[in-house]
């Protein structure tokens, strides 16, 4: 595993070792890389946020929701 802060890239082998991925070309194999990528700059832009907002509030135990709809908006 690489350092702390250090990215290392996946290449199409190393997907290609997990389940459901043993048959992806290396063109999809890039793909579903990329794919992942940005789904983990997602969760990790939302995970930040979600400190921010605990820090802000001074409560550091819990994972904010969105707040629920109510029925006239």
């Known amino acids: 595993m690489g350092a702390v802060g250090k990215t290392i890239r996946w290449t199409p082998d190393r997907l290609r070792s997990y389940a459901g991925f043993e048959?992806?070309?290396d063109k999809e194999s890039e793909e579903a890389i990329d794919t992942l990528e940005?789904?983990?700059?997602?969760?990790?832009?939302?995970?930040?946020?979600n400190n921010l907002i605990n820090e802000e509030s001074g409560d550091t135990t819990r994972v904010r929701q969105r707040p629920k709809e109510t029925k006239d908006g």
């Open 23 to 25: 048959k992806f070309s």
């Open 38 to 49: 940005r789904l983990a700059r997602i969760l990790l832009f939302a995970y930040k946020q």
